[in-house]
């Protein structure tokens, strides 16, 4: 009847739903997902040296955050999954929006006007070739 403690079957069947490719998760990043999306669209689908190389020189703020997450999910298939560096791509990669931080900014007769300051969840997932 029962094959296990409800703690061993959850264990069991979230191991056999959980993805199998490495990646790398950054969230609340300082920068909008209009901007950090102009750097992924230049990243997607290529392999990771050249993403490296294109992230190294792009001069806008977010391809260095970008660069790092990168460089985390490398390290995470190599040493949890095993896997080959020189096969990578970026099968994946994708930016969500986060809470805003809401701040005031007075102006002229005592009005008050609202700066919003944009955060992102910036995910990033490799795939072998």
Known sequence: MARGHRSQIKRERNENQREKRPSAKLSYARVSVQKAC????????KDVETALGILAYNPRYASRVIEKLLKSAI???????????????????????APTMKRIHPRAQGRAYRILKRMSNITVVLDEK
């Open 75 to 97: 390290a995470n298939a190599e040493n949890n999954n095993g896997m080959d560096i020189t096969k990578l791509y970026i099968a994946e990669c994708y930016a969500n929006e």
């Open 38 to 45: 102009f750097v992924l669209d230049a990243i997607r689908g």
